[in-house]
T-cell receptor
Framework: GAVVSQHPSWVICKSGTSVKIECRSL??????MFWYRQFPKQSLMLMAT?????????EQGVEKDKFLINHASLTLSTLTVTSAHPEDSSFYIC?????????????FGQGTRLTVV | QKEVEQDPGPLSVPEGAIVSLNCTYS??????FMWYRQYSRKGPELLMY????GNKEDGRFTAQVDKSSKYISLFIRDSQPSDSATYLC?????????????FGTGTKLQVIP
């Protein structure tokens, strides 16, 4: 299957600082990437959909000024958590979709565990 | 009512057992049905997907969809300790040019040697 690389896999930051998470599709071009957030024992919650060269589409309740998404190329999308607070501590996962053979098949990155202290 | 309901478990079975994982859903617009496996602190890995009612088999795994009852299942035969993970069901429908996916909460499975 296709490979999606997410970096870093684990980060601790101080409250009030910003953290950038990268998501790369290594062997395919992903016109659309998705950012999810997962709390313990809860399902993945879609935060936003990132399309190459255009603004991200955010889900209801997700602050776009706090979670900045940039999809600069067909292989890279970034999520920046600005002015992070302890309640932002979570597991963030990106996914990239291929168009064939099934346009819903998604390949996930390994996730980034963010801890804000 | 959640769109997708999944028993969180945990489910503990002996090695070699048949495992049955289930999800129910309420949204009739769902077109594709998927099962993901997620190891601790890792991203989900797609196991199987289907878009029609019936069974789909892949090795020790069988995915079953019953659209009339809005019910999907994943069966694992001859379960192995390496199958120990959290299994997420997921369903999608077309929205804005792509498939919007909704995940279940996941069922944690432990296969005991």
């Amino acid at each position: 299957g296709a490979v999606v690389s997410q970096h870093p896999s684990w980060v601790i930051c101080k409250s009030g600082t910003s953290v950038k998470i990268e998501c790369r599709s290594l062997d395919f071009q992903a016109t659309t990437m998705f950012w999810y957030r997962q709390f313990p024992k809860q399902s993945l919650m879609l935060m936003a959909t990132s399309n190459e060269g255009s603004k991200a589409t955010y889900e209801q309740g997700v602050e776009k000024d706090k979670f900045l998404i940039n999809h600069a190329s067909l292989t890279l999308s970034t999520l920046t958590v600005t002015s992070a607070h302890p309640e932002d501590s979570s597991f963030y996962i990106c996914s990239a979709r291929t168009e064939r053979p099934l346009n819903t098949e998604a390949f996930f990155g390994q996730g980034t565990r963010l801890t804000v202290v | 009512q959640k769109e997708v309901e999944q028993d969180p478990g945990p489910l503990s079975v002996p090695e070699g057992a048949i495992v049955s994982l289930n999800c129910t859903y309420s949204n009739s617009a769902f077109q594709y049905f998927m099962w993901y496996r997620q190891y601790s602190r890792k991203g989900p890995e797609l196991l199987m997907y289907t878009y029609s009612s019936g069974n789909k088999e892949d090795g020790r795994f069988t995915a079953q969809v019953d659209k009339s009852s809005k019910y999907i299942s994943l069966f694992i035969r001859d379960s192995q300790p390496s199958d120990s993970a959290t299994y997420l069901c997921a369903m999608s429908f077309p929205s804005g040019g792509y498939q919007k996916v909704t995940f279940g909460t996941g069922t944690k499975l432990q296969v005991i040697p």
